[in-house]
Nanobody
């Protein structure tokens, strides 16, 4: 089992920056990749960004490309999501996820473990 704990959410204004963290514990050696998803009120959860655990290969949703950066610190078993130029449309609960079965995982069903989520609210 892998446990994930997110932190760093909050209330910011449009144009501000925020950094989310996700600390993994447990069987972290089994992780192939980690990702960030988000769910806005009344909408389905959507993919935001992904990072392979070994090589750090990244992939982003078009809606955040150029504004968000996913990174990892293997020594700390932590993945980060740096969010710049935030927009009100970025308001959502952000979830960290980990997969032990896929090195390139862009779909929810590919992930085995999920954090509890952290709220990000961007005011206009």
């Amino acid at each position: 089992q892998v446990q994930l704990v997110e932190s760093g959410g909050g209330l910011v204004q449009a144009g501000d920056s925020l950094r989310l963290s996700c600390a993994a514990s447990g069987r972290t050696f089994s992780i192939y990749a980690m990702g960030w998803f988000r769910q806005a009120p009344g909408k389905e959860r959507e993919f935001v960004a992904h990072c392979t655990w070994s090589y750090g290969r990244t992939y982003y949703a078009d809606s955040v490309k150029g504004r968000f950066t996913i990174s990892k610190d293997n020594a700390k078993n932590t993945v980060y999501l740096q969010m710049n130029s935030l927009k009100p449309d970025d308001t959502a609960v952000y979830y960290c996820a980990a997969t032990s079965g896929y090195s390139d995982a862009l779909k929810e069903w590919q992930y085995d473990y999920w954090g509890q989520g952290t709220q990000v609210t961007v005011s206009s």
